[in-house]
């Protein structure tokens, strides 16, 4: 603890030297001409002291304009006028936000040894390759130097204030690595303006420096309006997920109270969704059309919610009790068909007891009228509900699972009495034979769903 206390204590000790020595070396290091002419001096202290609120945050970070006029000041005039802006920009800074002395100390260490070193990198390129003044055709290679100091200096107060955040915070340096490398393109985005309002500088002379700023006053309250676009575009997509999720909630919800009534509706609604997405391949069904047939596949039991446990549990049901039986379709299509996108969803569960003959129900569709994802759930939940334990019960009582072999040839001998699409059940037989009779038997309703994947999907807008 105390060695923690003593490296801190040195360290605060550090920053005060770099100060005061910052401040004496841009003092005797000054140049008469660097002063001058003064309106640039005068615009570049400006746009350093209105830096707080000509400041504008991006996604990377801050284009901050008190960065901006520093930089320029690097580059154009010289190091005594650079430390002045950084100064004066830390100064007012810190007297708005009421910060500590201690990040006073930092800050202030930090806006005035960056600018020194930069605008002393500057100034040894301009005394060993250019004496005297830039002229226009040097001012390309004058801008890739400006933002290869730009670079140097960002990597400089980028170390400094990671040394600073872990000797005063304990914060491990991968950390705050991190947090700053996120901040790298808001840095580099106020060293590629700032060179290219010097390039301009030097290159036209002082109106180009005053119409680039103008320019870049106007860039500010247009990405202004445009933030604030994105922020409530942000807030609505955000309340389209919470509501998304709600109601795709509510409907798992409502799959697992069914599950705990009947055990075999979580597993089965799985295994469907498993077996009728493979099959919508086989047919070469988009990318969207196997969501859907999946999805349906999840959902299609859904409307048995609203059955009685005389019902759910019947052996053979009652003839009084067929209507509810047969409405089933319409109710888990309601419920599906309220979300957001999943008409064909309901659709699909909605039409997934017709038959080809037209002796199906709700509507009596017939042949290709019935949806092809409808036609898909009625062969998959007829071969799982054959095939699974505890799945088929047999007219003596008997709920032991037929075999593959049986069950394929019941799906044969239905589609020639007309219940099933007689190529779909041929095709489906041909996705068993190569992915194995019952590989969607284990199928877990909770990973098939993948409940975040489907909200995210949902509430993003959708391109017209």
């Given at each position: 603890m105390k060695s923690q206390e003593l490296i801190r204590r040195g360290w605060i000790a550090t920053e005060a030297l770099a100060l005061l020595g910052t401040l004496a070396g841009s003092a005797l290091l000054a140049q008469s001409a660097e002063w001058h002419p003064i309106p640039l001096v005068a615009v570049l202290l400006g746009l350093a002291l209105l830096g707080q609120w000509l400041g504008v945050e991006i996604s990377g970070g801050q284009l901050n304009a008190s960065l901006v006029a520093i930089v320029v000041a690097m580059g154009v005039l010289g190091p005594s006028v650079a430390v002045t802006c950084g100064v004066a920009a830390m100064v007012l800074t810190s007297v708005v936000r009421r910060l500590p002395a201690r990040q006073w100390l930092?800050?202030?260490?930090?806006?005035?040894?960056?600018?020194?070193?930069?605008?002393?990198?500057?100034?040894?390129?301009?005394?060993?390759?250019?004496?005297?003044?830039?002229?226009?055709?040097?001012?390309?290679?004058?801008?890739?130097?400006?933002?290869?100091?730009?670079?140097?200096?960002?990597?400089?107060?980028?170390?400094?204030?990671?040394?600073?955040?872990?000797?005063?915070?304990?914060?491990?340096?991968?950390?705050v690595a991190s947090?700053?490398?996120?901040?790298?393109?808001?840095?580099?985005?106020?060293?590629?303006?700032?060179?290219?309002?010097?390039?301009?500088?030097?290159?036209?002379?002082?109106?180009?420096?005053?119409?680039?700023?103008?320019?870049?006053?106007?860039?500010?309250?247009?990405?202004?309006?445009?933030l604030r676009s994105e922020d409530r575009a942000e807030q609505i997509y955000a309340r389209s997920r919470q509501l998304v999720g709600l109601q795709l909630g509510v409907l798992r919800t409502l799959v697992r109270a069914l599950s705990m009534r009947d055990n075999t509706t979580g597993r089965h609604a799985?295994?469907?969704?498993?077996?009728?997405?493979?099959?919508?391949?086989?047919?070469?069904?988009?990318?969207?059309?196997?969501d859907t047939v999946h999805a349906a596949g999840l959902l299609h039991e859904i409307g048995k919610f609203?059955?009685?446990?005389?019902?759910?549990?019947?052996?053979?049901?009652?003839?009084?009790?067929?209507?509810?039986?047969?409405n089933h379709p319409q109710e888990g299509s309601l419920l599906v068909g309220a979300l957001d996108g999943y008409g064909p969803v309901a659709d699909a569960i909605l039409y997934h007891h017709e038959r080809v003959d037209g002796r199906g129900y709700p509507a009596g569709l017939i042949g290709k009228e019935i949806p092809l994802a409808s036609r898909i759930l009625a062969i998959c939940s007829t071969y799982d509900t054959m095939t699974a334990r505890g799945g088929y019960r047999s007219s003596s009582g008997d709920?032991?699972?037929?075999?593959?072999?049986?069950?394929?040839?019941?799906?044969?001998?239905?589609?020639?009495?007309?219940?099933?699409?007689?190529?779909?059940?041929?095709?489906?037989?041909?996705?068993?034979?190569?992915?194995?009779?019952?590989?969607?038997h284990d199928a877990d309703f909770e990973k098939e769903l993948n409940f975040e994947r489907r909200v995210r999907d949902m509430a993003e807008p959708k391109l017209s």
């Open positions: 930092s800050n202030l260490s930090t806006y005035t040894l960056v600018p020194f070193v930069g605008a002393m990198v500057i100034r040894a390129w301009r005394t060993t390759f250019h004496q005297g003044a830039l002229s226009a055709h040097d001012g390309f290679t004058f801008g890739l130097v400006l933002f290869g100091v730009v670079l140097l200096t960002t990597a400089l107060s980028f170390a400094l204030f990671a040394l600073d955040v872990r000797i005063d915070e304990g914060r491990s340096l991968r950390r947090e700053l490398i996120a901040l790298l393109p808001g840095e580099l985005a106020v060293g590629a303006l700032a060179t290219i309002l010097a390039v301009a500088y030097t290159s036209v002379g002082f109106p180009a420096l005053i119409a680039a700023i103008t320019v870049l006053l106007i860039f500010r309250q247009l990405t202004v309006a445009l799985a295994a469907v969704a498993l077996y009728a997405k493979a099959l919508a391949a086989e047919l070469d069904c988009s990318e969207e059309e196997q609203t059955w009685p446990d005389r019902v759910l549990h019947a052996d053979v049901v009652a003839d009084e009790d067929l209507p509810i039986v047969r709920t032991s699972p037929m075999s593959p072999e049986e069950a394929i040839e019941e799906l044969r001998n239905a589609a020639k009495a007309g219940q099933l699409d007689g190529d779909l059940v041929e095709s489906f037989i041909g996705v068993l034979e190569r992915e194995g009779t019952t590989f969607a």
